[in-house]
Nanobody
Framework: VQLQASGGGLVQAGGSLRLSCAAS????????MGWFRQAPGKEREFVAR????????AYGDSVKGRFSISRDNAKKTVYLQMNSLKPDDTGVYYC????????????WGQGTQVTVSS
């Protein structure tokens, strides 16, 4: 599985961005997917998760109510819609696959930088 994250950039506080994660491989529809982020000097943080068909999602406490994860299995793509962005949302965002649906993420994309200015 190869994952390619995109859509990052520089945005002012209060703004929005949508990240995309394009996956290779024929069995994408079998994988749960997640988004994580890492800010400089901080540990990697869980952001969001979506199950195989998009029926179940989960979010980190710091993004609940502002971020939304979705997927399009036909396009083999997972999205992260980020609204009401804050400077604390700054970091490199990574998508990852959970092929066994056991919350162990085994393949990771290269990351896309999100910078939120105050």
């Amino acid at each position: 599985v190869q994952l390619q994250a995109s859509g990052g950039g520089l945005v002012q506080a209060g703004g929005s961005l949508r990240l995309s994660c394009a996956a290779s491989g024929r069995a994408f529809w079998r994988y749960a997917m997640g988004w994580f982020r890492q800010a400089p000097g901080k540990e990697r943080e869980f952001v969001a998760r979506i199950d195989l068909n998009g029926g179940s999602t989960a979010y980190g406490d710091s993004v609940k109510g502002r971020f939304s994860i979705s997927r399009d299995n036909a396009k083999k793509t997972v999205y992260l819609q980020m609204n009401s962005l804050k400077p604390d949302d700054t970091g490199v965002y990574y998508c990852a696959s959970d092929r066994n649906n056991d919350r162990v993420y085994d393949y990771w994309g290269q990351g896309t930088q999100v910078t939120v200015s105050s």
